[in-house]
């Protein structure tokens, strides 16, 4: 479909844990022009903050760019999507009473503890779909204001999530959407609406909570002092986004009943979208709202995957880092060159790669992986593959826990995050899992669900499914029927390494 005026373009704003992204996307959802701030979060102890406006100011930065690039008018609309559980406290005038108390800040430890004495375990993950309240849950930390900061408690009138925050900025609205507050503790997915009863249980008056809307839903026109700051169109509508994992599986047209994306960055995020909006507590798989009421995303996480990659290149590449400057190329491509200099199965070498813990499919924070099967003739380019296999049986051990968790994976498997970029590592995927592997034409997948939820709040679409026809596939890795038999004999040896490693501890 073709937007009714050819120059209209899409801004987005993607605000990450250290980064800002923001992004202007034509009908075809097309990066056009991107800009990327980067920004130092600020450590102390337990206290992980940033002051509020910083990520305001590197937004604007950002749009100022981009409107620059593209041409400010040409802008119809705005959509942002954050980071979850980011959480601003601010005063009916729009003043941040509090530097932003970033999601991995773990200061509310001692509130999580009340909060458990207070609600069963079972009962908050089958209200909530996150699997136990800890030291960063937003709940938590709304306790933790009203008993150790009263004062700012007091005054604050809403406590903002970051989209929020940055939403407010472009139009002066305090609101809040759906997906985003998924991830809080007190939101009641079943209900679809804030959990006061958790919030009057430990005194927070659900008053603090602004008004929730759906994904892809306008919020107002941009404020006329934003748009002469910004050189933006000033009749350019601000619309809600989705929370960043969300609007990523948006993005890779992550949309229907059993469709499946992995995401391997730093770590490996699988996503699959089901109908069944019953929480399984056999299960502590966190379950995110979707786009709408209807869809949940099962996201079960594995704390290493891409970092691990970057750790070996850290610690054992010296010689390639310098040949890759040497020569002006990356040097993850020479890694990836070296992958393939190793046949299957990586001459016996096998990585069980679980080096920070592991959270699902099994719950073993202590754990830690290592190489196994090393002989006197294995070299770099087996360790650099068996890497790689050792995360892709990861996933597989995924996707058979969400079969189980919920009938009909789909056909395929859409890639997403810098593990998309090698051809190698999306072979040995689909060796490993026998499905299609997937990459999107967009990499920035992010980038272009929140541009399709800012044409559906627009009209320019009348589904997100009709947005999603726009987006083209890079690749498609077909499994390879001598490679599948080998993985599964692999895979078999990979479990039973990892079942007897676990057991040892």
């Known amino acids: 479909m073709i937007l009714g005026e050819a120059k209209e373009l899409f801004l987005t704003i993607d605000a990450g844990t250290t980064a800002i992204k923001v992004s202007a996307l034509n009908s075809a959802f097309k990066i056009v022009a991107s800009e990327n701030m980067?920004?130092?979060?600020?450590?102390?102890?337990?206290?992980?903050?940033?002051?509020?406006?910083?990520?305001?100011?590197?937004?604007?930065?950002?749009?100022?760019?981009?409107?620059?690039?593209?041409?400010?008018?040409?802008?119809?609309?705005?959509?942002?999507?954050?980071?979850?559980?980011?959480?601003?406290?601010?005063?009916?005038k729009g003043k941040p009473l509090h530097d932003a108390v970033v999601w991995l800040d773990g200061r509310a430890g001692?509130?999580?503890?009340?909060?458990?004495?207070?609600?069963?375990?079972?009962?908050?993950?089958?209200?909530?779909?996150?699997?136990?309240?800890?030291?960063?849950?937003?709940?938590?930390?709304l306790l933790w204001f009203k008993e150790k900061r009263p004062q700012i408690y007091a005054e604050a009138k809403h406590f903002l999530l970051l989209e929020d925050f940055l939403i407010y900025k472009l139009t002066g609205c305090m609101v809040t959407e759906k997906s985003l507050m998924s991830t809080t503790g007190y939101f009641d997915l079943e209900k679809d609406c804030v959990w006061n009863e958790i919030l009057q249980s430990i005194g927070i008056s659900p008053d603090k909570i602004p008004p929730a809307l759906e994904c892809g839903e306008v919020v107002s026109k941009i404020k006329g002092e934003a748009a002469s700051e910004l050189g933006i169109?000033?009749?350019?509508?601000?619309?809600?986004?989705?929370?960043?994992?969300?609007?990523?599986?948006?993005?890779?047209?992550?949309?229907?009943?059993?469709?499946?994306?992995?995401?391997t960055g730093?770590?490996?995020?699988?996503?699959?979208?089901?109908?069944?909006?019953?929480?399984?507590?056999?299960f502590r798989i966190p379950v995110y709202r979707h786009y709408k009421r209807e869809l949940r995303l099962l996201l079960p996480v594995c704390m290493t995957a891409g970092i691990i990659l970057k750790w070996f290149k850290d610690t054992f590449c010296e010689l390639e880092k310098a040949e890759a400057e040497k020569n002006g190329e990356d040097v993850y491509e020479l890694l990836n060159r070296l992958a393939e200099q190793s046949e299957p199965l990586a001459g016996g070498v096998?990585?069980?790669?679980?080096?920070?813990g592991s959270l699902q499919p099994y719950h073993a924070p202590e754990y830690r992986g290592g190489f196994l099967g090393v002989g006197l003739r294995s070299r770099k380019e087996d360790f650099v593959r068996a890497l790689m296999e050792g995360v892709s049986y990861m996933l597989k051990e995924n996707l058979l826990l969400l079969e189980e968790i919920s009938k009909g994976n789909g056909g395929c498997i859409i890639s997403m995050g810098g593990g998309a970029k090698s051809?190698?590592?999306?072979?040995?995927?689909?060796?490993?899992?026998?499905?299609?592997?997937?990459?999107?034409?967009?990499?920035?997948?992010?980038?272009?669900?929140?541009?399709?939820?800012?044409?559906?709040?627009?009209?320019?679409?009348?589904?997100?499914?009709?947005?999603?026809?726009?987006?083209?596939?890079?690749?498609?890795?077909?499994?390879?029927?001598?490679?599948?038999?080998?993985?599964?004999?692999?895979?078999?040896?990979?479990?039973?390494?990892?079942?007897?490693?676990?057991?040892?501890?």
């Open 38 to 92: 980067e920004y130092q979060l600020i450590t102390e102890g337990e206290y992980i903050t940033l002051p509020a406006e910083t990520y305001w100011n590197y937004a604007k930065q950002g749009i100022l760019a981009v409107s620059q690039m593209v041409g400010g008018d040409c802008i119809c609309g705005i959509t942002v999507t954050s980071q979850g559980e980011t959480m601003i406290p601010i005063s009916e």
């Open 110 to 141: 001692e509130e999580a503890g009340k909060i458990r004495d207070i609600v069963r375990e079972e009962e908050f993950y089958q209200k909530t779909g996150i699997p136990e309240c800890n030291e960063f849950c937003p709940l938590s930390k």
């Open 233 to 263: 169109n000033s009749e350019a509508m601000v619309i809600t986004g989705a929370m960043d994992q969300v609007c990523g599986a948006i993005g890779a047209g992550n949309l229907s009943p059993g469709m499946i994306t992995e995401t």
């Open 350 to 356: 096998i990585m069980l790669p679980y080096l920070a």
């Open 423 to 505: 051809d190698i590592w999306c072979r040995i995927k689909a060796g490993v899992t026998g499905m299609e592997i997937h990459t999107c034409g967009e990499t920035e997948t992010a980038s272009v669900g929140a541009a399709m939820l800012c044409g559906l709040g627009l009209g320019k679409y009348h589904t997100l499914h009709e947005a999603a026809s726009e987006q083209s596939v890079k690749e498609r890795y077909r499994p390879v029927k001598r490679e599948v038999k080998q993985y599964k004999a692999g895979y078999e040896q990979y479990k039973r390494l990892l079942k007897g490693t676990i057991e040892q501890k």
């Open 266 to 282: 730093t770590a490996l995020c699988i996503g699959k979208t089901i109908t069944d909006t019953r929480i399984n507590t056999e």
